[in-house]
């Protein structure tokens, strides 16, 4: 059974019609972070992305489209001046697989001089993993293992947030013919995601005495950078709002197994005969 899927899914996709819908391509652009460390300014510290991307189009209204990205995210309250005694930053990575449908508004095909561009919608799911980490003393450290919010610790009993979660990619884009078989394209694209922590900021202040003693010392560092006496308690982040983050930028995408028309004499010689009879 396993081997006949196999050969059936195998010969869908090496099949002249699939092909013949299908892009494959290229996104360079950049990408940035809207959370606790910045919560309102679109594209600041934005870092550069890139990635590939494949399309289907099922008709000239509506396409599937597979994004594999990587970007760099980070933000710094010094920065945003989102909450300066605060003082936090941090940098992540951002890798996403995330399959959208797009939504023309005009009919749009490659190739196809009647239908040569249009603006669209997008909306997906995606999957993502990120990593914060912050500086200090010249070197970064990866802020999950350290448990800056009493995670890993017996007294505040948190669990470690995974670095793995989801997200609602959503947004508007615009594509052009440049070739008969060569698409481009700008767009922008919204992250909504299920997690307050890409920045490893999320809840209270914690007792930085437990935290060095059950984790490590940078860990009571990198929790506590402001200039409060005793923080303990006091909000750190908003746990109410998730953090978004986002891609923008430009895409190349190529048709793949375009089909030619025979130029052969003999064969439009016999092709009119036969509309003829």
């Not at 869908?12 to 652009?29: C, M, N, P, R, Y």
Request: net charge positive; glycine share 8%.
């Amino acid at each position: 059974m396993r081997k006949c899927f196999v050969i059936v899914l195998f010969s869908f996709l090496t099949s002249q019609t699939f092909s013949q819908k299908s892009e494959v391509g290229i996104f360079l652009g950049g990408s940035y972070y809207l959370g606790d460390l910045n919560p309102y300014i679109h594209f600041l510290l934005t870092k550069p992305a890139g990635g590939i991307i494949y399309r289907y189009d099922f008709t000239p209204r509506i396409t599937l489209k597979i994004d594999a990205l990587y970007g760099n995210v980070a933000g710094d309250d010094a920065i945003s001046k989102a909450n300066l005694n605060r003082n936090l930053s941090f940098k992540s990575s951002i890798i996403e697989l995330s399959p959208n449908v797009e939504i023309n508004f005009l009919p749009y095909s490659i190739g196809n001089y009647k239908m040569p561009f249009t603006t669209y919608i997008f909306i997906g799911a995606a999957l993502f993993r990120f990593d914060p980490q912050a500086k200090y003393g010249g070197s970064y450290y990866h802020l999950q293992p350290l448990g800056t919010e009493g995670q890993r610790t017996s007294v505040y009993n948190k669990k470690p947030y995974s670095l793995i979660s989801f997200s609602v990619p959503f947004g508007v884009g615009f594509k052009k013919n440049i070739g008969k078989y060569v698409s481009f394209g700008l767009e922008w694209g919204l992250r909504k995601t299920f997690t307050d922590y890409i920045d490893d900021v999320s809840t209270q202040y914690v007792d930085p005495s437990v935290l060095a003693s059950e984790n490590r010392p940078i860990s009571a560092i990198l929790a506590d950078r402001s200039s409060n006496t005793n923080g303990i308690g006091m909000q750190r982040g908003n746990s109410y709002t998730k953090d978004w983050y986002s891609f923008a930028g430009m895409n190349l995408t190529f048709k793949l197994n375009a089909k030619k028309k025979c130029k052969c004499p003999a064969y439009r010689e016999k092709d009119y005969k036969k509309r003829k009879d």
